[in-house]
């Protein structure tokens, strides 16, 4: 039985298996999460023109210079950023295709939230962290989506939210 067919009604609790393994993939993401917040924020800094220093991550994330130096670390253990004395950090090439994909992904999901008519502002910050935990099914629904322009027909829903449940409209 494939996982589609445990997922049958979202008000069905899911078999022990389907149920393991939905948190698997959440714990997985969590794990990756910090990873991806540094090498996306480094290219980030380093597209703008920017050097990316250990005290412009910590800045910016909100976090010690020490514990920057420790995922720092454990970056360049992984292969993905190497450091310059005096000149600050950058991306291997496999850092920078990650920093790609977690872009990419950004982008899809801020994409999608303000075609929702989520703020501009509400849209960036909840894409930060929702960006880390849409599979790839997700997102190719949210990009399906946008290209069919949910933000129009969102538009006209917001328009119409008044409109009587017995005097239907169509879009």
């Known amino acids: 039985m494939d996982m589609q067919q445990r997922f049958d009604t979202v008000d069905t609790l899911p078999d022990a298996q389907t149920h393991s393994e939905g948190f698997r993939v959440s ?30 991550l910590a ?35 496999e850092g920078r295709e990650l920093a790609e994909k977690v872009r990419a992904r950004h982008r899809t999901v801020e994409a999608f939230l303000l075609a929702l008519g989520v703020s501009p502002c509400n849209a960036r910050i909840d894409a930060e962290g929702l960006e880390h935990y849409v599979g790839a099914e997700t997102l190719k629904a949210f990009r399906l989506a946008i290209d069919a322009d949910l933000g129009n027909f969102m538009q006209k829903a917001r328009k119409n939210k008044g409109a009587s449940s017995l005097n239907i409209r169509r879009f």
């Not at 714990?27 to 703008?48: F, G, K, S």
């Not at 130096?69 to 600050?88: F, I, N, Q, S």
């Open 27 to 56: 714990r997985e993401a969590r794990q990756h999460a910090l990873i991806e917040d540094y090498v996306e924020l480094i290219a980030d800094l380093l597209d703008e023109g920017q050097e990316a220093r250990q005290v412009d």
């Open 59 to 93: 800045i910016r994330l909100g976090v010690s210079q020490p514990t920057v130096a420790k995922m720092l670390m454990r970056l360049g253990d992984e292969g993905l950023v190497v450091r310059k004395p005096y000149r600050g950090i950058f991306l291997t090439p």
